[in-house]
């Protein structure tokens, strides 16, 4: 098995500005280690796999986001 974690035919948003698209996203050791169109990375590749038809993902987004405003002034 090539990864950890695949995430099949998930309708990326990467953030770019590029139109979602459907795709596969492989994680290995925790970091994402393949980005494919839907259906390229076979479920065979990966300990696990994850069918997301019909799920968003946004690979590599971060919630910066807290409750102490206050951070963002100093």
């Known amino acids: 098995m090539a990864y950890d974690l695949l995430f099949q035919d998930?309708?990326?948003?990467?953030?770019s500005g590029a139109a979602p698209?459907?795709?596969d996203?492989?994680?290995e050791a925790?970091?994402?280690a393949r980005i494919a169109p839907a259906g390229a990375i076979p479920a065979a590749a990966a300990r696990r796999a994850i069918p997301c038809a019909g799920l968003a993902l946004a690979p590599g987004f971060i919630d910066t986001h807290t409750h102490d405003d206050r951070a963002v002034l100093d």
Request: net charge neutral; aromatic share 0%.
């Open 30 to 32: 925790g970091r994402i």
């Open 25 to 27: 996203l492989a994680v």
């Open 21 to 23: 698209a459907a795709g």
């Open 10 to 15: 998930a309708l990326l948003v990467d953030g």
